[in-house]
């Protein structure tokens, strides 16, 4: 299966995504096309690459320098997803809860 097609979930008309998904979303909105987001879109979007890439290593993930190297090319893959998923996956289910709901509540990684 396609590693896109596991972060990206269609229920409906509507799609789910994993914290995966979320991180390549982010990334997209950081290193994308500058007229496709607001520059807060931008600078949230920073905030949640750089948390769960933060939260991956802490985790112990160790290609973290890569992924982030490759999230900043901004030319997705079946790699660069597998490699979302990998380091997604090593996170704690807590630390993951913690880290969206940060940015759920508004609040920036951190505060």
Request: charge should be positive; charged fraction near 20%.
């Amino acid at each position: 299966m396609n590693p896109v097609n596991q972060l990206f979930i269609r229920q409906g008309d509507q799609y789910v995504c994993n914290l995966a998904g979320c991180l390549l979303l982010a990334a997209g909105a950081v290193y994308g096309d500058p007229r496709e987001t607001t520059p807060q879109g931008r600078s949230n979007g920073r905030k949640m690459v750089d948390a769960i890439l933060a939260a991956a290593r802490a985790a112990g993930y160790a290609q973290g320098d890569i992924l982030a190297t490759l999230l900043a090319r901004n030319q997705p893959s079946p790699r660069v997803a597998a490699m979302a998923s990998a380091a997604c996956d090593l996170i704690p289910t807590e630390e993951k809860r913690r880290v969206m709901q940060i940015f759920l509540n508004g609040r920036s990684h951190g505060a």
